[in-house]
């Protein structure tokens, strides 16, 4: 008797040893594949410009080995490798790790590569030198992505097996993205090196227009040889033409009231670059044919007074006319200081001059002070989610660029919009905070009726005790406010309790404005709503930027608060809440869980019974005990296979 349990005892320990040894190697394999998946995730150009990419991919590379070092070196996995049916298997979690073991060690050498350009990309034609070296990298990367051997999945079991097609599906996945990094880099390098004309429209957001500043100086800004010069910056007021170029849609329809197409200061009028490119091009070509020694224009960069501040919190501080500018104080001089320094129109010259001194401090400090390529890159990424950098280029390759970067100002067919635009050419918009509520119920159709309440404060006098003549304009006593609303292409029935209905109406892009213009008293509130129905199946939206320097506020179904710094999806009430995810295990786990219980409950039972047949005095069998032994073995069988197949289906993708 004593035998038999000692014999079972054993058994079970040496069972549950192994078992547990087994599911210590492989969540050691799944934590460090999934710290190296983490360490790459950390590849990111803040991580590049700071840390340097070569530490961060060393880091992934030795947690992808350490995985793959496991998978070969463990002793459960040896002792498996040679059992029939779990040999396949074995080999499969190691072609698995090896595979991501081969990936790192790429990674790694291509990081370590391109690091060593990132030193010295602070000069111009380091910058080229860079791209060139990713260019290289990344046609190494291609070539080593096609190399890889990832034998077939045949006989590999479901977890196995499906992190065989998931490995191999992200290594389709990497060859795709590395053959889109190079359509990116290949133009980005080719515009670097030049020689490449883009006009720069400066837009400020002292005058807002639409999903911008209003261009009130402009220049013209070359890229040669990694080089990046920008020429004379001059009031964009003087670039006016006496007939207005042709514009696509209806941008003529919707924009009609602002000299859009003829005024170089309503060329942001539209926040819809890509639309709007090709018609500064236009409107600057009878410019360009008196200087033909500039050659063609290439494309059009919207920068506005933020976008310069992100810049000089990198560069650091400029002095113009023997003042120092800093990032702290670059807005406040930009947007409102210099209205007050030189305060009347016939100042207008020697403002403008100044202006420009900032900017093009700026510029000059990006070429002659050591700034990190990634760091720079990083900043300009950041400013463009709220739309304080946008780029066109009439290069369609580039231009697919720049939409794949986000840089491009598209507008998406699912935007809302909102731009409480200047029209009255001052400069009260350092003062102003539009706000807006968005309430959303639903009709008995299952479709959304919503109504978007617009509201600004706009101060009095005796609130504006520094405000200079300029700054409160030709007519101080109103704010002269062209109110643009960017709905849905799928919007409709869109009414507005304004008795004197919408001004404009039209499509721009994607999207459908609705148009208000009012002359606002100061020290009142101006109020607008919009109702529109939106189909069932748009049950959400993306607020887009309006590029104010404080973000207009939004409040949903008044439960909650968001502000346009940077696109923001928003849902409502009605639509319902989000889908929970099952707080269940993985199906085979669970069902292999519940199978064991069973058999620890019989093996209870079991010894139980032994134990009751012991104390009564009856002889005791061996079924009793037997019972016990084999299920507790196959409980903790059990138990401990639910812990690897669980392990197993979560291993991170890498």
């Known amino acids: 008797m004593g035998s038999c349990r000692r014999v079972a005892a054993v058994a079970i320990a040496v069972v549950g040893g192994f078992l547990l040894l087994l599911a210590w190697d492989l969540y050691s394999i799944r934590s460090e594949l999934s710290a190296g998946q983490a360490a790459l995730d950390d590849l990111t150009l803040d991580a590049a410009g700071s840390q340097g990419l070569t530490g961060l991919a060393d880091d992934a590379a030795s947690h992808l080995d350490a995985a793959d070092g496991r998978a070969r070196s463990s002793l459960p996995l040896r002792l498996l490798s040679i059992l029939p049916g779990s040999g396949d298997q074995v080999r499969g979690l190691r072609d ?62 479901g977890p196995l097996g499906r992190a065989h097609d998931d490995l191999e599906s992200t290594i389709q996945r990497a060859r795709g993205k590395v053959a889109e990094a190079q359509d990116l880099i290949v133009p980005l390098r080719d515009m670097l090196q030049g020689p490449s004309n883009y006009f720069l429209l400066a837009a400020n957001n002292a005058e807002m227009a639409g999903g911008a500043g209003l261009t009130l100086s402009a220049g013209l800004l070359t890229f040669d040889g990694g080089d990046i010069e920008l020429g004379d910056v001059v009031a964009a007021s003087g670039l006016r033409l006496p007939d207005s170029v042709e514009l696509p849609g ?19 009028r539209s926040p819809n670059l890509p639309a709007m490119g090709p018609v500064v091009e236009a409107m600057l070509a009878p410019y360009l044919r008196l200087y033909p020694d500039i050659g063609q224009l290439d494309g059009v960069i919207v920068v506005d007074a933020v976008a310069l501040r992100d810049v000089m919190e990198l560069t650091g501080p400029v002095e113009v006319d023997g003042k120092s500018i800093d990032a702290d104080s670059v807005l406040a001089d930009v947007l409102n200081e210099n209205y007050k320094l030189f305060e009347t129109a016939e100042d207008k010259p020697e403002r403008v001059s100044y202006q420009g001194d900032i900017a093009s401090a700026v510029f000059e400090s990006l070429t002659e002070r050591d700034v990190p390529a990634a760091k720079l890159a990083e900043v300009m990424l950041t400013s463009s989610k709220g739309r304080h950098v946008m780029l066109w280029s009439k290069d369609p390759k580039v231009q697919a660029m720049w939409e794949e970067l986000l840089v491009a100002g598209e507008l998406p067919p699912n935007g809302l919009m909102i731009c409480f635009q200047n029209y009255a050419a001052n400069k009260l918009d350092w003062y102003l905070r539009p706000e807006a509520t968005l309430d959303v119920s639903l009709l008995p159709s299952g479709d959304y009726r919503a109504r978007l309440t617009m509201t600004m404060d706009v101060p009095g006098r005796s609130d504006l005790p520094d405000a200079s003549a300029y700054i409160l304009g030709p007519t101080p006593e109103t704010q002269g406010t062209f109110l643009t609303v960017h709905l849905p292409g799928t919007a409709y029935d869109i009414t507005t309790t304004d008795p004197r209905g919408f001004r404009t109406n039209g499509q721009d892009g994607p999207l459908q404005v609705r148009t208000f213009l009012v002359n606002v008293p ?10 529109f129905s939106l189909p069932r199946t748009t049950a959400a939206l993306l607020l887009l930027p309006s590029a104010r320097v404080e973000p207009l506020t939004l409040r949903v179904d008044d439960t909650a608060t968001v502000t346009d710094e940077v696109t923001t999806a928003i849902s409502w009430l009605a639509a319902g809440p989000p889908h929970r995810p099952s707080d269940a295990g993985p199906l085979p786990a669970m069902l292999l869980v519940r199978s064991s219980l069973l058999l620890v409950d019989a093996a209870a039972i079991g010894l139980a019974v032994w134990v009751w047949r012991e104390r009564r005095g009856n002889p005791a069998t061996q079924g009793p005990l037997l019972l016990a032994s084999v299920g507790a073995s196959l409980g903790l069988v059990g138990l401990a296979l639910a812990g690897i197949v669980a392990l197993m289906l979560a291993t991170p993708r890498v």
């Open 522 to 531: 100061l020290g009142t509130t101006l109020t607008r709503t919009v109702d």
């Open 96 to 157: 698995l790790t090896r595979v991501t073991d081969e990936l790192g060690e790429t990674g790694a050498a291509a990081a370590q590569a391109i690091d060593a350009r990132l030193a010295e990309a602070g000069e111009p034609a380091g910058r080229v030198a860079l791209l060139d070296e990713a260019i290289a990298q990344l046609q190494l990367l291609a070539g080593s992505l096609d190399d890889l051997d990832l034998r077939g999945a045949g006989g590999l079991a």
């Open 250 to 268: 209806e941008l003529l329809e919707v924009y009609r009231p602002t000299g859009i197409g003829i005024d170089f200061r309503s060329t942001t």
